[in-house]
C-alpha cells in the first residue's frame, strides 16, 4: 500500500518517543514482521476472526436507505461483529501478538469504550490482565461500555484531567507504558500514535476491505465508492486497505464536524504536527497547543488522526469531508426507522455522507462501513433527548 520508508506515509508517522520506549517499539516491529510471516499465527488470527469475532461480517444491500437516499447504499456490517465494533478485529489481533512475545499486563485507552470491550474480551480470552483508560467525560456519555468492561475482568480508570476524552486517556495509556516497559504492552486501539502502530492496527483490520471488496464482487465489479467515518481513523483504513489500489474506487473519510464552532475535523481544519508519538494532521493554535474538540461522537472526539490518513488526504486518493452532530443524528433515525438498525453514532456519520453524496450523484452505488452498533449510545442521546 502506501508506506513510502520504513515507518513513514510521504512524511507522516515515525516515532516521536522518549528514548525509553525506541526499544520497545522496535522489539514490537520485529515481532510483528516476524508474526505476519508465520503461517501458524496467520492461522490462529483467522480461527479467532471466525469462531470469536464471528467473521465474515456481511455486506448488506440497504435497499430502503438507498430509494430515500437516491442510490445503492450496502453497509458492511462490523456492527454484528462480538463486542459490537470493528475494534475487536485489531484487539484480538494484537492480544494474539502481545501473549508471543511474553508480555501478559495490556494497557489500552477508549473513547467510545468499544475498543475497550473488545480489549477486555480479547484478554478474558487469553488470561491477560487489562487496564483500560477512558476519559471520564467518556465514562459519563458511554456508560454501558464501562460496565461491559468491568464484567470482563479489566480495570477501568478514569481520567478526570483536561478535556477528559480520548486524548487525556491516550496520555495516561502512554504514561503507564513508560512506566512499565518491560511486561506491559500498548494494545492501540486505532491506526494512530509511533510506528509500528498505524501499519499493524491497519494489517489487523484489512479483513473488512478484503472481505467487502470480494463480498461486493459477486454483485458487480466495484462500487463507485467506499465511505467510512474518522476519528483516529482505523474502520476507514479496513476498509480503504481493499479498495485503494482500485483508482476506479472514491474513497471518502468523514471527520465529525461538531456543533457550533466546536469540531473533531482534524484533516479538514488541522495543519501537521506532532501528537501521541507521530507526525500527522493535528487540530492546533498558532503556539502548536492541541485545540479541544467537540462531537457527539466520543470515537471521533480526537484532535489528531492516523498518519497514513494524512499522506492519503495529500496525494488526493481519499477525500475527507465534514459531517456535523445534527447531519450524524439524523442519519441515525434513518438507519433506525428504513432499515431496523442502530448504527453507532460515529457511523452515522459516514451513513451521513452517503445520504449528501447520493443528493449531488444520484445513482451512485457506495459501500458505508457500518463500523459499530448504537446500543452504546443510547442511554447517553436519549437522555440529552437528541433520539
Ligand atoms: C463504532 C466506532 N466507529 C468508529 C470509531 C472511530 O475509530 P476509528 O477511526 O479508529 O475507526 C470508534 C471509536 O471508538 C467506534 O467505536
Known amino acids: 500500500m502506501t508506506t513510502t520508508a520504513p515507518g513513514r506515509f510521504g512524511v507522516y508517522g515515525g516515532r ?58 450496502y453497509l458492511k456490517r462490523e456492527d454484528l461483529t462480538h463486542t459490537g465494533a470493528h475494534k475487536i478485529n485489531n484487539a484480538v489481533g494484537q492480544a494474539l501478538l502481545a501473549r508471543r512475545i511474553g508480555k501478559r499486563r495490556i494497557v489500552a485507552e477508549t473513547g467510545a469504550g468499544q475498543h475497550g470491550v473488545a480489549t477486555a474480551a480479547a484478554c478474558a480470552r487469553l488470561g491477560l490482565e487489562c487496564i483500560v483508560y477512558m476519559g471520564a467525560l467518556d465514562c459519563e456519555r458511554q456508560r454501558p461500555n464501562v460496565e461491559r468492561m468491568r464484567l470482563l475482568g479489566a480495570t477501568v480508570k478514569p481520567v478526570d484531567t483536561g478535556s477528559r476524552n480520548l486524548k ?39 479483513v473488512i476491505g478484503d472481505e467487502a471488496r470480494a463480498q461486493f464482487a459477486r454483485v458487480a465489479p466495484r462500487p463507485d465508492a467506499v465511505i467510512a467515518c474518522v476519528g483516529g481513523g482505523s474502520n476507514a483504513m479496513g476498509i480503504f486497505a481493499g479498495f485503494v489500489d482500485d483508482p476506479h474506487v472514491e474513497l471518502f473519510g468523514v471527520e465529525a464536524g461538531g456543533a457550533g464552532g466546536a469540531t473533531a475535523a482534524t484533516l479538514n481544519t488541522g495543519r501537521p504536527g506532532v501528537l501521541h508519538g507521530a507526525l500527522s494532521y493535528l487540530l492546533q493554535d498558532q503556539e502548536g497547543q492541541i485545540l479541544n474538540t467537540h462531537s457527539v461522537a466520543a470515537g471521533l472526539d480526537y ?16 477525500k475527507y469531508e465534514v459531517v456535523n452532530d445534527a447531519e450524524a443524528l439524523a442519519a441515525f433515525r434513518d438507519a433506525c426507522a428504513l432499515e431496523g438498525i442502530i448504527p453507532a453514532i460515529e457511523s452515522s456519520h459516514a451513513i451521513a455522507f452517503a445520504k449528501r453524496l447520493l443528493a449531488r450523484r444520484p445513482g451512485l452505488c457506495v459501500i458505508v462501513n457500518l463500523s459499530g452498533r448504537g446500543d452504546k449510545d443510547l442511554p447517553g442521546l436519549l437522555a440529552k433527548g437528541l433520539v
Open 303 to 318: 484532535p489528531g488522526v492516523g498518519p497514513e490518513h494524512s499522506f492519503l488526504k495529500d496525494t488526493g486518493r481519499a
Open 168 to 206: 487525556v486517556a491516550i496520555n495516561e495509556a502512554i504514561r503507564d507504558w513508560i512506566a512499565n516497559p518491560e511486561n506491559t504492552h500498548y494494545l492501540i486501539g486505532s491506526v494512530v500514535g509511533p510506528h509500528p502502530y498505524p501499519l499493524m492496527v491497519r494489517e489487523f483490520q484489512r
Open 16 to 73: 516521536y518517543v522518549p528514548e525509553t520506549l525506541m526499544a520497545n517499539l522496535i522489539a514490537l516491529e520485529a515481532a510483528f514482521d516476524d508474526a505476519r510471516r508465520d503461517p501458524a499465527f496467520q492461522a490462529e488470527f483467522a480461527q479467532t476472526l471466525a469462531h470469536f469475532v464471528g467473521r465474515p461480517t456481511p455486506l448488506y444491500h440497504a435497499r430502503r436507505l438507498g430509494e430515500a437516499y437516491g442510490g445503492q447504499v
